[in-house]
């Protein structure tokens, strides 16, 4: 069917489209930038799963993918165009090239989380002024205040930083690692790829992104190396996916018994509130948590007391806020929307203050806060990527 749409000139032939897979296998990879020029790599792996015998589901095929995240975009130097190869190797020449020998991860009983130094944090030392951001405070009280056609407030969030100035990033792919992903031999040996993928372009630090089953492996590998050795230079990262579905799961365990899973279950199918609380179902998380939460502004919004002429300059404000379009710069420069987040912020002190229930609730509040936070950071902060 495809040779028959080529030939109409309705798509490239199919033996085309092999040749240049081929192709940019056999041509080499193009040189990078070191960390000094300002040139940043992060490596992330995962499962690269394969049905073969895709009607029965059997012989399925295990293997670890690793992709590297080049940002900036520029900080790439293409050498040369790929050459065209006129035949299609046969698999024993891509073996040649892109077969990653297994190495063997000798651990002599060394218990590499044992290693791993945890801090006490003393809270006492730890003083915020807020937790909440200029932004999040004028999406709430516009809420509030029943603005018609305010988006929720990942929209809100989209339209404050449309026009922020954003980096590209480029992926380029490395050879995948023929054995299952969750074998310790196959993490050493992706490590042991990383490492001296980086090396080669001067990056002699690694950043490397696993999903969690794989990155408490790897965390462990890379604890059990020798101190100052180039496996000790590897940084390994859980995913920020996984970090926040675990944070979402704690919020649901914290607030157990509270009420929490029969409010959410207003909004959700019975069936769906458990696994909302645990964090498996995600974007219905995120959604009920940050309904929940306006919610309760709402609440505290009712308890503040402005008077006459601070309604009328909030009342102004918004007004000016719709007609201008501010960036999210702008909000959070904004003198007035400072001057309502601290009312609010008394305010939550106030409640804090009414007793255990009272206070529950404002950490299931800030608790909100911060896994918003953290998604602010990833998708919508300064210097964003793509």
């Given at each position: 069917?495809?040779?028959?749409?080529?030939?109409?000139?309705?798509?490239?032939?199919?033996?085309?489209?092999?040749?240049?897979?081929?192709?940019?296998?056999?041509?080499?990879?193009?040189?990078?930038?070191?960390?000094?020029?300002?040139?940043?790599?992060?490596?992330?792996?995962?499962?690269?799963?394969?049905?073969?015998?895709?009607?029965?589901?059997?012989?399925?095929?295990?293997?670890?993918?690793?992709?590297?995240?080049?940002t900036p975009y520029d900080k790439i130097h293409e050498?040369?165009?790929?050459?065209?190869?006129?035949?299609?190797?046969?698999?024993?020449?891509?073996?040649?090239?892109?077969?990653?020998?297994?190495?063997?991860?000798?651990?002599?009983?060394?218990?590499?989380?044992?290693?791993?130094?945890?801090?006490?944090?003393?809270?006492?030392?730890?003083?915020?002024?807020?937790?909440?951001?200029?932004?999040?405070?004028?999406?709430?009280?516009?809420?509030?205040?029943?603005?018609?056609?305010?988006?929720?407030?990942?929209?809100?969030?989209?339209?404050?930083?449309?026009?922020?100035?954003?980096?590209?990033?480029?992926?380029?792919?490395?050879?995948?690692?023929?054995?299952?992903?969750?074998?310790?031999?196959?993490?050493?040996?992706?490590?042991?790829?990383?490492?001296?993928?980086?090396?080669?372009?001067?990056?002699?630090?690694?950043?490397?992104?696993?999903?969690q089953p794989l990155y408490f492996k790897a965390r462990?590998?890379?604890?059990?190396?020798?101190?100052?050795?180039?496996f000790s230079k590897i940084i390994v990262r859980l995913?920020?996916?996984?970090?926040?579905?675990?944070?979402?799961?704690?919020?649901?365990?914290?607030?157990?018994?509270?009420?929490?899973?029969?409010?959410?279950?207003?909004?959700?199918?019975?069936?769906?509130?458990?696994?909302?609380?645990?964090?498996?179902?995600?974007?219905?998380?995120?959604?009920?948590?940050?309904?929940?939460?306006?919610?309760?502004?709402?609440?505290?919004?009712?308890?503040?007391?402005?008077?006459?002429?601070?309604?009328?300059?909030?009342?102004?404000?918004?007004?000016?806020?719709?007609?201008?379009?501010?960036?999210?710069?702008?909000?959070?420069?904004?003198?007035?929307?400072?001057?309502?987040?601290?009312?609010?912020?008394?305010?939550?002190?106030?409640?804090?203050?009414?007793?255990?229930?009272?206070?529950?609730?404002?950490?299931?509040?800030?608790?909100?806060?911060?896994?918003?936070?953290?998604?602010?950071?990833?998708?919508?902060?300064?210097?964003?990527?793509?």
């Amino acid at each position: 069917m495809l040779e028959f749409l080529a030939c109409l000139g309705l798509c490239a032939p199919y033996k085309e489209a092999v040749l240049y897979e081929a192709s940019s296998v056999f041509h080499p990879h193009p040189s990078i930038s070191s960390p000094e020029e300002g040139c940043f790599i992060q490596y992330v792996c995962d499962n690269a799963d394969h049905n073969v015998a895709t009607i029965d589901g059997l012989n399925t095929f295990h293997s670890m993918g690793i992709i590297k995240i080049i940002t900036p975009y520029d900080k790439i130097h293409e050498d040369q165009l790929i050459t065209r190869l006129t035949t299609i190797p046969t698999a024993a020449e891509m073996a040649t090239i892109a077969q990653v020998q297994i190495k063997i991860y000798e651990n002599y009983g060394v218990q590499g989380l044992k290693k791993i130094m945890v801090e006490k944090l003393d809270c006492d030392e730890i003083t915020t002024t807020s937790m909440l951001r200029n932004s999040d405070i004028l999406w709430m009280y516009k809420k509030w205040k029943r603005v018609p056609k305010v988006p929720g407030w990942s929209g809100f969030m989209e339209y404050l930083t449309k026009d922020e100035i954003y980096r590209k990033s480029r992926i380029i792919y490395l050879p995948f690692i023929n054995q299952p992903a969750s074998n310790y031999n196959t993490l050493y040996t992706s490590l042991q790829c990383i490492l001296d993928d980086g090396k080669m372009h001067g990056h002699t630090t690694c950043v490397v992104t696993f999903d969690q089953p794989l990155y408490f492996k790897a965390r462990e590998i890379v604890a059990t190396s020798v101190e100052n050795s180039e496996f000790s230079k590897i940084i390994v990262r859980l995913g920020g996916f996984h970090l926040l579905m675990s944070f979402l799961g704690s919020i649901g365990y914290i607030m157990a018994e509270s009420g929490l899973k029969e409010v959410i279950s207003t909004i959700y199918a019975p069936n769906s509130v458990d696994k909302i609380l645990l964090g498996h179902a995600y974007s219905r998380a995120i959604r009920a948590h940050t309904l929940l939460q306006v919610a309760i502004s709402e609440i505290i919004f009712n308890e503040i007391t402005l008077d006459d002429d601070k309604n009328e300059f909030f009342k102004r404000y918004l007004e000016n806020v719709d007609k201008e379009s501010p960036s999210f710069k702008d909000v959070e420069r904004s003198s007035a929307v400072t001057e309502l987040k601290a009312e609010f912020d008394e305010k939550i002190s106030e409640i804090r203050n009414r007793g255990p229930t009272a206070k529950l609730w404002v950490q299931y509040f800030e608790m909100i806060t911060i896994a918003k936070e953290f998604i602010e950071r990833k998708e919508w902060e300064i210097g964003r990527h793509i």
